[in-house]
């Protein structure tokens, strides 16, 4: 099995940061694509951020300029940077992960559980 464990949210001041975790853990081969999503009350999931096994980013243009992706492949870890925050980002963020489990399986999508930002005064 696979889990995608999030950690890093909480309420934070307008203007504020928070950096968010996500550790992938059990049997992975490889893995492609890990990225960040969030839906706020009320709308639709939205992609944040992704970042390729090779390092390509991509952004939503709502965070561009604010927050960041990174990773860490030794630890299947990816990480997201948030600056800047308005509450307008109030949202649950998900962490998910494009990956294989072994060589002869096909790649398959695996989300974490969601962990809560709120951006308030």
């Known amino acids: 099995q696979v889990q995608l464990v999030e950690s890093g949210g909480g309420l934070v001041q307008p203007g504020g940061s928070l950096r968010l975790s996500c550790a992938a853990s059990g049997s992975i081969f490889r893995i492609s694509t890990m990225g960040w999503h969030r839906q706020a009350p009320g709308k639709q999931r939205e992609l944040v951020a992704a970042i390729s096994s090779g390092g390509n980013t991509n952004y939503a243009d709502s965070v561009k300029g604010r927050f960041t992706i990174s990773k860490d492949n030794a630890k299947n870890t990816v990480y997201l940077e948030m600056n800047s925050l308005s509450p307008e980002d109030t949202a649950v963020y998900y962490c998910?992960?494009?990956?294989?489990?072994?060589?002869?399986?096909?790649?398959?999508?695996?989300w974490g559980q969601g962990t809560q930002v709120t951006v308030s005064s």
């Open positions: 998910n992960a494009d990956l294989q489990r072994t060589y002869y399986r096909p790649r398959e999508d695996y």
